[in-house]
T-cell receptor, first 112, second 114 residues
């Protein structure tokens, strides 16, 4: 069975500072990895995904994530955050049966 | 392009009442899902459907029923609402069986059970 752990429930950061949101997963089979973002009072939107190939994945709004198979991690990074990045971020894995497993979410709070 | 539409957006119920949440998608997606979102617990899969006329249980199916009579609609029913079902419910859909697919989410339905 798959599971996803997001180690930080909340991450406060000042505007223009770098940020890393951590995600670890456990799986006995190959998986595909995703980051979704949820802005206040909205549904989830896809930020980026890792399917295969290059372990560094670039997404929308300047975010990127690196797949590390040996550490079973898929951490999300942004070199300089904006106020508009304030949102909740969810890491997810999906297996070959198209079942998605989500982490508990990390609330990113960008302060001016 | 509407994507995934959920109705209603908000609802307050008394314990024991019943209700149905409607999810409609206009993308011709085969797969549809119902999740609930609770603080600190992320999204948990309630039920899902791999095509018209089919449904399957997810992680937390108890107390819920679903139906997929038409490909574009996926209904979530609560026969006898309980306070533990107070949550935000999200519908999602995806195009194919391939494991690398992407979920498209609705805006959510906030349910409060008193």
């Amino acid at each position: 069975a798959q599971s996803v752990t997001q180690l930080d429930s909340q991450v406060p950061v000042f505007e223009e500072a770098p940020v890393e949101l951590r995600c670890n997963y456990s799986s006995s089979v190959s998986v595909y990895l995703f980051w979704y973002v949820q802005y206040p009072n909205q549904g989830l939107q896809l930020l980026l995904k890792y399917l295969s190939g290059s372990t560094l994945v670039k997404g929308i709004n300047g975010f990127e994530a690196e797949f590390n198979k040996s550490q079973t991690s898929f951490h999300l990074r942004k070199p300089s955050v904006h106020i508009s990045d304030t949102a909740e971020y969810f890491c997810a894995v999906v297996n070959n049966f198209n079942k998605f497993y989500f982490g508990s979410g990390t609330k990113l709070n960008v302060k001016p | 392009n509407a994507g995934v539409t959920q109705t209603p957006k908000f609802r307050v119920l008394k314990t024991g009442q019943s209700m149905t949440l409607l999810c409609a998608q206009d993308m011709n997606h085969e797969y549809m899902y119902w999740y609930r979102q609770d603080p600190g617990m992320g999204l948990r899969l309630i039920h899902y459907s791999v095509g018209e006329g089919t449904t399957a249980k997810g992680e937390v199916p108890d107390g819920y029923n679903v139906s997929r009579l038409k490909k574009q609609n996926f209904l979530l029913g609560l026969e006898s609402a309980a306070p533990s079902q107070t949550s935000v419910y999200f519908c999602a859909s995806s195009y194919s069986l391939v494991g690398a697919n992407v979920l498209t989410f609705g805006a959510g339905s906030r349910l409060t059970v008193l």
